[in-house]
């Protein structure tokens, strides 16, 4: 379980360097477009912080500022998902400090949503939980 945060971390900066350069893509066509959209940013945020439970992990938001100092990537031809994902897929510094600005408090509303359930446990329940 030592693990835990470190691995919930990972698959963060994972998540968001795959959909920031192209690699995860939905059909814009759907009306469901924009959900999703939604979806995406607030579902991985608030999950990260209620996994890591530690003030630490908004710094997992940095990934937006790495993102800023990678080469774009280019896709124009392809064939299967590729063909789906044709474009250039870059971040600025200005599109990453808007995403970590955007996500950082959905990170620390997990966070906080982990430490109000610790909190809510019975004295007995939570001594357990940190013997075991």
């Known amino acids: ?25 939905v059909d814009q ?35 937006f ?9 280019e896709s124009i031809e392809g064939a299967g998902v590729d063909h789906t994902l044709t474009g250039v897929y870059d971040v600025s510094l200005r599109q990453g400090l808007e995403l970590l600005a955007l996500t950082t408090p959905w990170v620390a509303l997990g966070v906080l949503v982990r430490r109000w359930r610790a ?4 004295t007995d329940e939570r001594m357990k939980s940190t013997i075991s």
């Not at 379980?1 to 893509?25: E, I, Q, T």
């Not at 500022?65 to 990537?73: H, I, K, S, Y």
């Open 1 to 25: 379980m030592k693990r835990l945060p470190l691995v919930a971390v990972a698959l963060y900066v994972a998540f968001w360097l795959a959909a920031l350069f192209g690699y995860l893509g």
């Open 29 to 63: 066509s759907t009306g469901l477009f924009e959900p999703l959209r939604v979806l995406a940013v607030v579902v991985p945020a608030v999950l990260l912080g209620a996994v890591v439970g530690r003030p630490w992990v908004v710094l997992a938001g940095l990934v």
């Open 65 to 73: 500022l790495f993102a800023a100092l990678l080469p774009e990537r």
């Open 119 to 122: 909190a809510a446990q019975p």
